[in-house]
Every structure is written in C-alpha cells, then in structure tokens.
C-alpha cells in the first residue's frame, strides 16, 4: 500500500476552483465535511440529502456560495431531477461524490440497555436473523417477517443511479470526476452488521468495475473509492470504540481529504483509498497486483 499525502490548498484549489461539484448526504457527517472543504477550496458546491431544513442549516453554516437541493437518492426520478437541476443552473457536473448510506444495524451497538438490546435484536429491522414474525390476527398463520431491503435502496441503488447518471451528464462535458464512498466494509467482514457490510461489499464491486468499462474511460470519466475505517460521525456515535483511547479513529474531515485526494489525483481512475486515522493510503495497486490474475476483462464472460 502506498501512503498518500494531502494536497496543499493552493493544489486544491486550481483543480477545483469553479468547478460544480454534488455531495450526497450532505447534511452531516463525512458529506458535510466534504462538502466544506470543497466550497472552501473553490468549488460550486450542491449539498444533497433527504431534508430541506437540515441542507439550509448546513448550507448557511459552510457559506462560499454552497446551495442544496432536497432529494431522496434511493428514487430513480429524483436524482434525475437533482442533475437536470444543477445542470440547469450551476452547468456541467465536473465532480459526484456518492456519501449518503443508512445503517440502521449499527443501532444494537449504540444502546446499554440490556433489555432494550434485546427487544431489537428480535426485530429483523436491526436483525435481519431475528425470529420476529408476521401475522398478529388470530385468523393468519404466522410466518417469518420479510428482512428490510432500504439498506440496498440506499447503499447500493442510489449508487447505480448516480453512476449511470454522473457518467452520462459528464460524458456530454467532456468528462469528470466520481468518488463513492465505500467502507472498511467494502473489504472486511462486519459480523454484527452483515447487511450494511453486504451493501459496502456491493458498492466496492460497483464501483471497480465500472471503472474499468471502456466507453467510461473514453469518455474522460474517472471513477474511484474512499474507504473509511472507525470515522466519528453521527452514524457512529455512541459505539463503545469511539471513546476507547487505543482505538485508530479518524474525523469527518480526515475522510474528506480522503475524497480530495481522490478527486485531484492524476491517474486515479480505478484507486481506491483507506482511510485510517489521518492516514490515506491507496489499497487498490497492491489488490491489483495480488488479484491482477483473476481479473476479468470487459470483452471477456
């Protein structure tokens, strides 16, 4: 693995300056550092997320003529409505970062509460093995409870929107920059969060391939992947790990910079970045060399 410094701003900035950028799930979190950094370094940025009020707050807290637009990225409809939108009225999308995720497994580990904990571990909502069950009228047999798929509607189909999306608006301006946001995650197994970790798993998948697709590469579109470790994000607040003093935790900005580095980088199609505490270190050579045997070409089935 190699370890990747920051850019100085001045690089930053000449790169960016001008240039329209979207964040999703924006309001908060990695996305609202994201979103910071980049407005503060030039850019033309549109914070995206669910709620108008939250957008506004974030807006107006990270100012440089930073706008938003409200839109629910699970939605195919929608999200052509978010770059018809800024395409209209800011011009070409140079930059797509694909942030916003749910996690709602995440929850078992945030609560104390014996009892609590347990009443949620039977519910498929955060455990998607639990024995919960449909069917409370005397009349219907009862019988297991459908898991919940919204973490695939937002994880992953969000993601194939904004791919198909980013890559066909960029194709018409001559090309552009896309950075998903995956996670430890995407490469390492999380036992006590096997769907959100399937979805991370699915992005990486994602991501890497298309990147690799020959009409995206022709038409000038660079498509990489941070990969966040224990970041201290609302997402996470109140796992007992944030606050254990030996474990490597990283800030919103620190996974920012990661995007930064990703967005700038000269021959970045196709990388991939760790994130772990301050450290950005590119993962996806030293994969390529070990799986380079393995991999399938694009005219090969």
Same mark, same amino acid.
């Given at each position: 693995m190699t370890t990747i410094p920051r850019p100085d701003?001045?690089?930053?900035h000449n790169l960016l300056k001008t240039r329209v950028a979207i964040v999703t799930g924006a309001a908060r979190g990695i996305g609202f550092a994201t979103a910071s950094l980049l407005a503060h370094h030039g850019a033309?940025?549109?914070l995206v997320d669910l709620h108008a009020d939250a957008l506004k707050t974030a807006c107006a807290t990270i100012g440089h003529g930073a706008t938003y637009q409200a839109c629910d990225v699970s939605d195919w409809n929608q999200q052509i409505a978010l770059f018809n939108h800024v395409t209209n009225t800011l011009g070409e999308v140079y930059l797509l970062v694909c942030n916003a995720a749910i996690n709602p497994e995440i929850a078992l580990l945030q609560t104390s509460d014996t009892e609590k904990r347990?009443?949620?571990? /039977?519910?498929?909502r955060y455990n998607y093995l639990a024995d919960e069950v449909d069917g409370q009228d005397d009349s219907e047999q009862p019988s297991l409870q459908r898991p919940s798929t919204q973490l695939f509607d937002?994880?992953?189909? /969000?993601v194939v929107f904004g791919l198909k999306l980013g890559i066909q608006y960029m194709r018409k301006a001559g090309g552009g920059r896309i950075v998903v946001v995956g996670s430890a995650g995407s490469y390492v197994p999380i036992a006590s969060q096997p769907l959100y970790s399937a979805t991370k798993h699915a992005v990486l998948g994602l991501a890497r391939s298309t990147a690799h697709i020959g009409e995206v590469i022709e038409a000038g579109v660079s498509i990489s992947w941070i990969a966040p470790w224990l970041t201290l994000t609302p997402m996470t607040e109140g796992l007992q790990e944030t606050t254990h003093p030996d474990t490597l935790k990283s800030s919103p900005e620190d996974a920012a910079w990661a995007i930064i580095v990703a967005a700038t980088a000269e021959n970045g199609n196709g990388k991939g970045y760790w994130i772990q505490g301050r450290m950005i270190s590119e993962v996806?050579?030293?994969?390529?060399q070990l799986a380079g045997q393995l991999m399938v070409?694009?005219?090969r089935f």
């Open positions: 701003g001045e690089t930053v033309r940025v549109v347990a009443q949620m571990a /039977s519910q498929v937002v994880n992953v189909n /969000s996806e050579g030293a994969y390529g070409p694009e005219n």
